[in-house]
């Protein structure tokens, strides 16, 4: 378990510590009549919904914890390359993460500051959000969800070889984690 969680926080470290020489394609936009908007770029968000000042480990309340099968209390975790704190909750399994990252927007992503190959996915309650998959890593799923001008939500979620059965897949896992965090800001 201890493995995961550090792998977990080592692939958001590796991902997170490049600023340049990414293999990530900026994205375009085009003008097309009518215009097509099927980017997470393109995706407007609903309200800005700032991080400031929110406790990584309380932005889950204990009845979506129960949910989500996390029965251990959250601890913090500093994710350096992100320049970050945010929260692990480790059980038996699986490993969950959620990081407010306050110093740049989820374009830094897409627009090849970052090492990764970030992907498009539909919104995470209404906010534009990309995953960035970590090659031979199949057992874990990064998201991230853009809530407000230089800010965005970092989530990770894995699951250990051999328990794959009790956990949903690592980019479901994810998302039901992200869900969850966005449906507590949003109050």
């Not at 995961?4 to 009549?33: E, H, I, K, Y």
């Not at 929110?54 to 390359?81: F, H």
Request: charge should be negative; charged fraction near 20%; hydrophobic fraction near 40%.
């Amino acid at each position: 378990m201890r493995t995961t969680l550090l792998a977990v926080a080592c692939v958001l470290l590796v991902t997170g510590a490049c600023s340049t020489g990414g293999t990530a394609t900026p994205q375009t936009t085009t003008t097309v009549s009518p215009p097509v908007t099927t980017t997470a770029a393109a995706v407007t968000r609903p309200k800005p919904v700032t991080l400031d000042d929110k406790e990584p480990c309380s932005l889950l309340t204990p009845e979506q914890l129960g949910a989500l099968k996390i029965d251990r209390v959250g601890r913090p975790l500093e994710v350096s390359a992100l320049k970050a704190t945010g929260c692990t909750w480790t059980v038996t399994g699986a490993s969950n993460i959620l990081v407010p990252v306050l110093h740049e927007g989820i374009e830094t992503w897409t627009d090849g500051k970052r090492t990764g190959q970030p992907r498009e996915v539909d919104p995470v309650a209404g906010f534009p959000a990309i995953t960035v998959p970590i090659p031979n890593s199949p057992d874990r799923c990064d998201l991230m969800i853009d809530t407000a001008d230089d800010q965005y939500l970092a989530v990770a979620f894995s699951v250990d070889l051999g328990f794959q059965d009790r956990f949903p897949e690592p980019c479901d896992g994810a998302r039901q984690l992200a869900e969850a965090a966005m449906q507590n800001l949003l109050k």
